[in-house]
């Protein structure tokens, strides 16, 4: 028998008429990889539970669930259970405006950079305001260290862009580092690797544990860009008994609105421009060419870059478009319920008349 404590199980869930919980520990397409006290079992989601209904999320990688035996086939996945941390996208295929979930009950986010063309300080701020929502802990991690000799200069870069977040130097080919990130690999605890292509997850999940469980492939020299390794989300066990959420690598990170919102997450990432937006000397001051502009100052004296200000900026638009649009989807979705509700009231009145 497994001991699902050891999945970070808090056994809080009370299982009726036989069910019983599971982790998700892998995702592809509509089957689902799970945990449970019996071993290792797939599983389908039962269809009048999750399709149509909000209330049920669709489960992802980390997710407590409960499950139904069915004799002879894949178990039936009947609920996903409350979530600590959840961190999700914009789903980037086009013509569409949907959420892409990417792993749930997870302690840490290691978002990671490698010290080549990789590292984009931009791209670290977008990784930071949406795992600032999510519900856990991030720290940046910044791979392939041995490809530099001094790498101050883009800890300080990292620094500036996550001011309190831990910074982590690492390299899988000299093993600098690794010791440190069992500060957060303890047992049971979850952490998800969050990352571009080429950043070296592949490589860094190998030496954590101790042999060669992941193919990696070589980057493009051109631009530092590597190939998917990892096909799918999913959830490995290190020998200390923490897990790693791998996920295949996000080249885009589109915001999606979910938790506390994401307005407050941009604002906790760029902190020192928010205390400056209302210090002008005109209360409808633009930030563009306007006198006494707290902004502007700022700029010009080096205490913050334009690039950072231009992000914050775009950071902001996608927030408030985000949230503006998912509000909208929810109020029609209700509608609808509302309207198929009305529907059913009207018909079984005709019945009894």
């Not at 919980?21 to 599983?43: F, M, N, Q, S, W």
């Not at 093993?175 to 998800?192: E, H, M, N, R």
């Not at 100052?297 to 950071?315: D, H, M, V």
Request: hydrophobic share 35%; with cysteine.
């Amino acid at each position: 028998m497994i001991d699902l404590k050891q999945y970070g199980y808090t056994g809080t869930a009370k299982p009726e008429d036989g069910a019983k919980p599971a982790r998700v520990t892998a995702v592809h397409r509509d089957r689902y990889e799970l945990i449970c006290e019996i071993g290792v079992k797939h599983g389908k989601l039962k269809t009048s539970v999750y399709y149509g209904r909000e209330e049920h999320p669709f489960p992802t990688v980390g997710d407590f669930v409960l499950i139904n035996d069915v004799p002879g086939g894949d178990c039936q996945i009947i609920e996903t259970l409350p979530r600590k941390s959840y961190f999700s996208r914009l789903d980037p295929k086009p013509g569409g405006y949907t959420e892409q979930a990417i792993a749930a009950n997870f302690d840490t986010i290691f978002i990671m950079q490698s010290l080549n063309q990789n590292f984009n300080v931009r791209r670290l701020e977008r990784c930071l305001t949406l795992s600032r929502q999510s519900g856990a802990t991030p720290v940046i991690v910044l791979t392939k260290g041995d490809l530099v000799e001094d790498p101050t200069n883009f800890i300080t870069e990292a620094s500036e862009a996550a001011a309190g977040v831990d910074i982590l130097v690492t390299s899988s080919k000299t093993s600098t580092g690794i010791d440190a990130l069992y500060k957060y690999l303890t047992p049971a605890s979850a952490c998800v690797f969050l990352g571009s292509s080429g950043v070296g997850k592949s490589s860094l999940l190998n030496t954590l544990m101790g042999e060669d469980i992941m193919t990696v492939k070589e980057i493009r020299e051109d631009d530092a860009r590597g190939r998917h390794t990892t096909t799918h989300r999913q959830m490995i066990t290190l020998p200390n008994g923490a897990h790693i959420i791998d996920t295949p690598g996000l080249r885009e990170i589109g915001m999606w609105e979910s938790g506390e919102g994401l307005q407050n997450a941009v604002s906790d990432i760029f902190t020192e421009i928010e205390d400056l937006l209302g210090t002008c000397k005109f209360s409808d001051c633009r930030h563009e060419s306007e006198p006494g502009c707290a902004i502007n100052n700022a700029i010009q004296n080096g205490i913050i870059s334009r690039e950072r200000w231009e992000n914050y900026l775009k950071l902001r638009r996608e927030a408030l478009f985000a949230e503006d649009k998912i509000k909208a989807i929810r109020e029609r979705s209700a509608k609808h319920q509302e309207i198929a509700m009305w529907s059913r009231q009207m018909k079984n009145k005709k019945e009894i008349w």
